[in-house]
C-alpha cells in the first residue's frame, strides 16, 4: 500500500510557473513507476507525465511536452511535477498516481494502469 499526498498547487498567472509535489508514504517507493494526471472542470482526467521507479525514463502529453518536466527523489519518497510557461488551459487539479513496476518500465497515458491515487491539489492559472 502506498499513500500519497499532493501540494504546490496555487494561483498563477500566464506564463508562470509552479512545482507540484507528491509525498509518498507506506512500501518501498522505489518500487513504483509515477504518473501525474490533472482533471479540469467538465472534462475526464487526462495524463500528463510519468516516470519510471528509477526516474531514467520520462512519457509527456504532447500538451505539456516541453513546458513540464518530471522528476523524483527515492530517498526523499518525493515524485515532483516543474510546471513552466502556464497556459489557462493548465487549470485543473492536478494528481498523482502510483503503479508497482518492473525497471525501467514507464506507463502513460491510461489511468487505470495506476493502482495509487492522492487527493488532488488545484492548479489555476489566469489570462
Known amino acids: 500500500q502506498v499513500q500519497l499526498v499532493e501540494s504546490g498547487g496555487g494561483l498563477v498567472q500566464a506564463g508562470g510557473s509552479l512545482r507540484l509535489s507528491c509525498a509518498a508514504s507506506?512500501?518501498?517507493?522505489?518500487?513504483?513507476?509515477m504518473g501525474w494526471f490533472r482533471q479540469a472542470p467538465g472534462k475526464e482526467r487526462e495524463f500528463v507525465a510519468s516516470?519510471?521507479?528509477?526516474?531514467?525514463?520520462?512519457y509527456y502529453a504532447d500538451s505539456v511536452k516541453a513546458r513540464f518536466i518530471i522528476s523524483r527523489d527515492n530517498a526523499k519518497k518525493m515524485a515532483y511535477l516543474q510546471m513552466n510557461s502556464l497556459k489557462p488551459e493548465d487549470t485543473a487539479v492536478y494528481y498523482c498516481?502510483?503503479?508497482?513496476?518492473?525497471?525501467?518500465?514507464?506507463?502513460?497515458?491510461?489511468?487505470?494502469?495506476?493502482?495509487?491515487w492522492g487527493q488532488g491539489t488545484q492548479v489555476t492559472v489566469s489570462s
Open positions: 498516481a502510483a503503479r508497482s513496476a518492473p525497471v525501467g518500465s514507464v506507463y502513460g497515458p491510461a489511468d487505470s494502469v495506476y493502482d495509487y
Open positions: 507506506g512500501r518501498t517507493f522505489s518500487n513504483y513507476a
Open positions: 516516470i519510471s521507479r528509477g526516474g531514467s525514463k520520462m
